[in-house]
């Protein structure tokens, strides 16, 4: 469904994303792994658009994406959670939600989109008036997830969704994201809790100063020790 | 050795709201100067202008004062087209013993404080223009209201017409003072309207001048009130149209239409238009003409640029260059000349120039101006 | 409780508009120790951190640091009295270069109206140095605050708190995307940190919080919950019911 | 900008610039000091010279703490007013009114600082820009400052220095007699700005949030910048005071707040050359387009376009980038 | 002079009121574009100047003020969009003071064109017939074009609220002004949000200036004064408000009209002193949120 080639990235002069080679099947759960600066962010980044200066090739349902501006990769069924949750001030968790949907033929089924998201998210019920910015970390990051999946896509690309998230909630999330899977839904996740990640996902990969060093399937890297050591130890 | 030419700085707002007017300014001090020096200029010696843009600004007006003497090393300056300008240009050629005539109105430029014996004054003031328009205006019992810019013209039109007033034994009913620059007067009219005057006077100039006299329209004061306003100009009567001025009177230094009854006028008028593709010069601009004029003409009556010989010439020089007789009073260097009544008429008719009715011609003479003695000239 | 307490809340109560996030918490914090407040999303810690840290003021209660009450002192002077704090979003200078974020917080405590002498002659350049090693930053002292990843952000902002060589040090998820790596790195330095000071710390990674806390304070909508060291906590089912599962 | 970015990161770089660089504050008065020479004349010297120094307060403001002010005419308008008004009443000599002047502008500074400060970003441009039309309002009415129709006879003719009499009539005796208190201001400046205070200022800029966290008095530290801005704004109201022996209510107008805002992004925000480049090049343009044409606003305009869009580190600023400077 | 009866003081505060819908409407568009895109338009009092020119072209030309209400917001939302098209877009992200001072350059190139094509002059704009003259509205005589200008306020501002308070447009709009990117990922084409929304700032603007015409005609320079009403408007109601910018409005004009009857020389600083006494008292403005812009 999304498949990566040889894709090279820059923040201004220097360069990140040196040659990524990476596939993401439909219906797949991929974790995009590394440890912090590897170029996890900044992939992701360049899928959605928000990075423009890239080459190589980024292929999403077999349309180029690197050609599209931002808004139009939306419409293709790709939907994003940010790293920093990316709230936006001064709306209230309604409107938030709402914004998910704006640009998305869901638009018309506004009150039922909601409805749904209030279910999964219980929390977010109870709030849907307060400004959303004013929510705790954990809540914003719930708001995030709901707003990305708000409009139904195809493929949710997460960065660090279990950031900031209590215990709990991050077991209720993982859980999420399998429920999604089995629903249909691809999604390529970039994870620090590398072993709830792995649990959960299909195939994973391992990026280093924005080199992919290794590619392998969950389980595979799960009981690999080095992995382990290395990336499971907390 | 072939002579310098007679430089004479022009600083004037080219840019601004009195642009039109500093346009025509500069059109007739060329007109000046090519008669000048298609007439030999002073044996041989030609005149020339430099023009520049004062923007309306003081502090920029006194700046091109200073570079025209330091840099273009003028012999004379002649502009200035507000009070202020004019008061810094003077500041600045006092202080460098530069000849200079001033083309605008104000009081304080007669006065002690700020007389310079190298500053003449070819326009009116606003003392003699009150005098001349209230003359005209006010009959005896009349109730008249003031609707005055709150600065040094308004304030002075002010004094003038309150002197007429007591003189022909009208009451002054109140006087309200807006800001300067005010876009909006309604704040000010349900005042003046209860004051229930027979005169409303408005004490303001250019853009506040149309605009109050616009809305006090609006709120149908024209219907119960005669509108008079010290200076009306044709600039103003234009961008306002017939409409807002209508039945407005006025006084102004300058309307064509006397060359009727003035022959130096009928002669400047022909000369204009035939440079000029057939219009008329305007109130301000003319006063260039005459500026510029009567400085050249005392400077071939001299035989010289000397600025003292110059000043002595100038001080006793009887001159019509446009309007009449002329002369620049001794005391105070004001030049004493008729001051024109004028009304605005409904529609214009023969020409896009034909919007005034003079009905009245004050004549110029002493009595209308403050005494030498009164300004605190020793006489 | 037994040692000597540093900064101690009492009854503080905060509100937003109609909601309160705090509810007359009174809770005290031991010096040399460290320790951590957990909960849920949304119980209040944030809140109660920044009221901790002087962010903004109580709504009731008072503040007390040491002997002195500090409630409302204005946010500038907290670092003065040896009160430090990292944000829970990062917070830097990101035009500076990395040393240059440390040595202007290091300039705070030595100079704060200093119009005349260059500023090279304070000498900061070594103690910068020094702190960005302990932060494992000294590789990066050259590049530009913003050019960092995130988690060496979280880095410099720890070393950035470090600077005022605070009493007390307030840490809001210090190792928030940091990966396990970086975080167990992150871990170490705290634990370094404590030697001489006191910390709070508002974490999420159970692993990590358990491990290294001396105490624990758990809040739950908005309410102090319980209080006690790791086992204690581990083991409290009302602390397993609201927010570690089944840890 | 900052010297320890320099210190550690040493890009190659022209000698002469990093000199320059190095001495930024002595490098300017050599220049000034022979500009009189390469200009076309001696009057618009003056005239740099003086918006020169009203860029260099403003400067310090807007390039070195970020803060945009669109209130800075009213500095110098209170300079130049105090020390108008003790001249031309003949109240005070020379070297008494120019201090008050500056006194005089701080104080408004300060007043108007201490509420502006309390807004940020554009509000905090807005702020100046309505409070200096407070002062303007105020002066306008004030009885000793002529109104509209301005103050005049601000006649500094002479002025007797180490027991010799300078004629100010003169010119080039004017420009040197000013470049004396500027050259004072750029050398107090650029060592308050290598100082640790200078580095709070910048910090402020950068993130105001964190360095009040790191313990500094966010808004002690704007408003003494604040004030010491408006001060230096307030020498060079004066100054052009005495150089036009009057002042007009027109430097109270918020069109002078936008001219020197203009006249620094043309020259380079936070640099030292700058305000004087950006005055130097403004006046010049605004004299030859006023002499060629009327309408020369349109290309005062244009190029202001074309600068913040193009070149926003204005020429100098331009020119150092190009050099590799920092 | 005469004492203040209760009925000149009744219509002095119905002038204010009056006068404060204009102001109302001088600000909305500044506050609308600052508000949602965070720039501050400095060519504000130049799109107004225009709009006045462009109503008065199609007065003339089509002999109908009608067409001219039509027809003036719509070029100047025109020009509007162009300008954010070719010049400001270049510079979002670029931090806030440099679309402030691209409109400031374009203010002086704007007026000076205007001068070019319609002279320095003024020109006078008529009031429409059957706007003309004053009707009695109990208090006294008010003249009637002014009761219009109020009505037309008040309709702009309602389709206005609704617009951006009710309407997905004007969610994303909100959104826009505060996370662009977010909005962008999320499948919106921002930079169609940019252009409608300084297209709407700038209609206003236009049709603030062509409805201003009859009142105090037209020049070139007619929009200096309105910038500065319009910013204080703006900082008083809190930037990027509404309900603020009417408050506002309406405040600064009763106090100016008040201040007209009892101390005319102060009528044009109070509307300062009002701004300075809020500043004090609550720094965002009335109806401003606090922190917005830090
Ligand atoms: N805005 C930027 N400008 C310049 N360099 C940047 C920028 N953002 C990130 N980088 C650099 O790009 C590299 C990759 O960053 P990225 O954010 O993709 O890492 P990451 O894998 O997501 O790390 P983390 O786990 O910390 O989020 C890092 O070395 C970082 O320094
Ligand atoms: N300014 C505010 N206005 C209204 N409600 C607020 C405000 N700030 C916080 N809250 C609410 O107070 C509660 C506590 O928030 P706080 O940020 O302290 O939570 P937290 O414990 O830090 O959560 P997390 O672990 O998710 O960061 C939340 O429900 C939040 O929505
Ligand atoms: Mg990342
Ligand atoms: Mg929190």
Redesign the interface.
Known sequence: MLSIQNLNAWYGSSHILQGINLEVRRGEVVSLLGRNGAGKTTTIKTVMGLLRKANGSVRFKDRDLLGLPAHKRFGLGLAYVPEERRIVPGLSVLENIRLGIVASDKRAREKEVVEQIAETFPRLKERLHQTAVTMSGGEQQMLAIARALASDPDMILLDEPSEGIMPLLVQEMFELFSRLRKAGKTILLVEQNVEAALRISDRAYILDQGEVVHADSASALLRDPVIQERYCAV | QTAQPIRIGLPVP??GPY?AEA?DQVRNAELAVKEFNDAGGLNGRKAELLV??DRL????A??RA??LI??DKVNFIVGGLS??TQ??I???TK??KTIYISISQ?D?INEP??FSRYTFHEALNPHMTTQAVGKYAFKKGMRIAFLTAD???GHEMTRGFTRVAKEVGAEIVGELKH??GATDYSTFLPRLQSLKPDVIVFNNFGRDNQISIKQANDFGMKKSMKFVTPVLTYTSRVAAGPAVYEGVIGGTSYYWEIESQVPSAKRFNEQYKSTHDGSYPSDYGSMAYSAVKSLLLAVKNAGTTDTEKVIDTLTGLKYDTYKGPQFYRACDHQSVQSVLIIESKSKESRNPFDVFKVPYVVPGSDGLLRSCSELGYAS | MSGEIIIRTEAVTRRFGGFTALKNVSVGFEKGKLTSIIGPNGAGKSTFFNILSGAFPPSEGRVVFGDADITGL???????IGI??S?QIT???????V??NV???L???C??????????R?GL?DKAHSLLQMVGLERH??RLAKELAHGQQRALEIA??L??DPKLLLMDEPTAGMSPEETSAMMDLIVRLVADRTVILVEHKMKMVMGISDRLVVLHHGEFLAAGTPDEIRNNDEVKRVYLGQH | M????Q???TPSRPAPVQWIRAHRAVSVVLLLLVFPWIV?????AI?ILVYGLYAVGFNLLFGYMGM?SFGHAAFLGMGAYTAGILVSQGWAPWWIAIPAAVVAAALAAAIIGA??I??????F???T???S??VY??VY?FPLS?????L??V?V?QVTLFGANVDL?N?ANRYYFFLGFAALVLLLLS??L???????V??IR?????????????EQTKLAVFVLSGAICGLAGAL?AI?????????LH?EMS?LV??IC?LGGMGTFFGPFIGAALFLLVQDTF??WT?????Y??????IF??FF?KGVWGTILEKCHVR | MDAITPQLFALQLFTGLALGAVYVLLAVGLSLI?GML?I?NFAHGAFFMLGAYAGYSVYQYSGSFWIGLVATPLATAALGMAVERF?VR??YG?G???P???T??????L???V??VFGKQGLPMETPEVLQGAVDIGIGYFPAYRLFVIAVTAAVLAVLWFFIEKTSFGLIIRAGARDPQIVQILGVDVSKVWLAVFGAGTAIAGLAGMLSAPLQGISPEMGGTVL?VA??V??VGG?GSLPGAIAAGILVGVAESLAALFYP?AA??SM??I??LV??IR??GLFGRSGL??
Not at chain 2, 57 to 60: L, S, T, V
Not at chain 4, 118 to 123: A, P
Not at chain 5, 104 to 109: D, H, I, K, M, R
Request: aromatic content about 10%.
């Open positions: 080219l840019t642009g346009k520049r843009d600004n003081p502090g920029e006194a700046t200073l570079e330091e840099k009070a202020a008061l810094a003077n500041n600045v202080q460098r104000s304080a404080a700020d600065y040094a013209y800001p300067l | 204005k946010p500038h002077v907290y670092p003065r430090s704090k944000f917070n830097i200078f990101p035009a500076f270069t040393l240059e040595r202007i917080a300039q705070a405590h100079s704060r109206f200093n119009f005349w002498s260059p500023r090279s304070l350049e002292a050259a950035v708190a600077a005022g | 900052n010297t320890q970015v210190l550690l990161a076309p004349n001696q009057s618009v005239n945009l509420l502006a309390r807004t940020r970003g554009i509000y441009a807005m702020v820009l309505a409070l039309q407070c309002f105020l009415q002529g109104g509209e129709n301005g005049r006879g006649n003719a009539l010119p060592r308050l290598d100082s640790p205070f200078g580095a709070v910048e910090a950068e993130n105001e949030a964190r360095t009040r966290a790191c313990g500094y008095n966010v052009n150089h036009l022996s009057s002042v007009a209510i027109e430097t918020y936008g805002v203009m992004l006023s002499l009327e309408h020369w606003q349109i005062v305009g244009a190029v202001f376009i913040v869009l926003p | 600052f965070t501050v010049l270049r510079l670029r806030i003071d440099y402030l001072l691209l400031f350059g374009l203010a002086y190139v007026v000076e064109l001068r070019i500065t910013f204080v703006t900082v930037m020389e044009k600083v300062f002193v701004m300075a500043l004090l720094p965002q812009l830090s």
